[in-house]
């Protein structure tokens, strides 16, 4: 345990140097939701830093979430979360957001059937400020030698989910994702590359690989590419601990 407090303890004190906004986030792949949920009573600390090429387009982020498994089922999992969100902006005086998500695993309603799941986030409490209420739906599959294919759609709010080019209602779109576990050098190694349409604050191509420090440490370094043309591109940390 003084090992965990010592590195999330650093964590914090170098992701709080870079403050910003960010979304309150389920378990994710670098950026949208994946089809993992928690395990029944386990507990999940993460602490996100997004930190801007250019400090003329868009502000940084910084989130710091705590989600925990609720259903003691091999076969049907939920998690819900909350987080705790800085935009350094008018968001900030409601930072509480929260998630949720429902899902099955692979082979778990047939042999060779796929993992599916369902969720909401960016669920805020301040109406058409920070009520994105994001719903999706996924479905993901593990190709032997390919890595875990993923695809999905969210719809969202439309009077907060606004294109960041024009001001129009572009509130929906398409999640994609591969992500894998890069064996051949080492099992404590994981790469991902996954998508979300749209050109409003969620639409971005995100890539990054992660590294398992311990069963229940890891971290991910990422790049985000985001869909509106006047966004500037994000540098990612994810401190991910589980207790």
């Not at 090992?3 to 170098?14: D, E, G, H, P």
């Not at 109406?127 to 739906?137: F, G």
């Not at 929906?172 to 994702?177: A, N, Q």
Request: charged content about 20%; proline content about 3%.
């Amino acid at each position: 345990m003084k090992k965990i407090t010592r590195v999330l303890t650093m964590a914090m004190t170098l992701t709080m140097a870079a403050t910003g906004m960010a979304l309150a986030t389920p378990s994710t792949q670098i950026w949208i939701p994946s089809t993992d949920v928690r395990d029944f009573k386990q507990v999940h600390l993460d602490v996100d830093n997004y930190v801007r090429t250019s400090t003329t387009k868009g502000g940084n982020t910084y989130d710091l979430g705590l989600g925990v498994g609720v259903l003691p089922f091999e076969k049907l999992k939920l998690e819900i979360g909350v987080d705790y969100i800085s935009t350094a902006g008018s968001a900030d005086g409601h930072p509480i957001y929260f998630n949720a998500k429902l899902g099955t695993p692979e082979d778990s309603m047939f042999k060779g059937s796929p993992a599916l799941a369902v969720g909401g986030y960016g669920i805020g409490t301040k109406k058409d400020v920070t009520n994105q209420n994001v719903l999706y739906a996924l479905a993901a599959k593990t190709v032997p030698v390919l890595g875990r294919l993923s695809a999905g759609y969210y719809n969202g709010n439309g009077d907060v989910l606004l294109s960041l080019e024009d001001g129009r209602k572009d509130n929906d779109g398409v999640l994609l994702s591969w992500d894998r576990t890069l064996s051949e050098i080492s099992d404590k190694l994981w790469a991902a590359v996954d998508y979300q349409g749209g050109k409003n604050s969620l639409g971005a191509l995100n890539f990054g690989v992660a590294w398992c420090f311990t069963p229940k440490i890891s971290l991910i370094l990422g790049y985000d590419i985001y869909n509106a043309k006047n966004t500037a591109d994000t540098f990612t940390t994810q401190l991910d601990i589980n207790f």
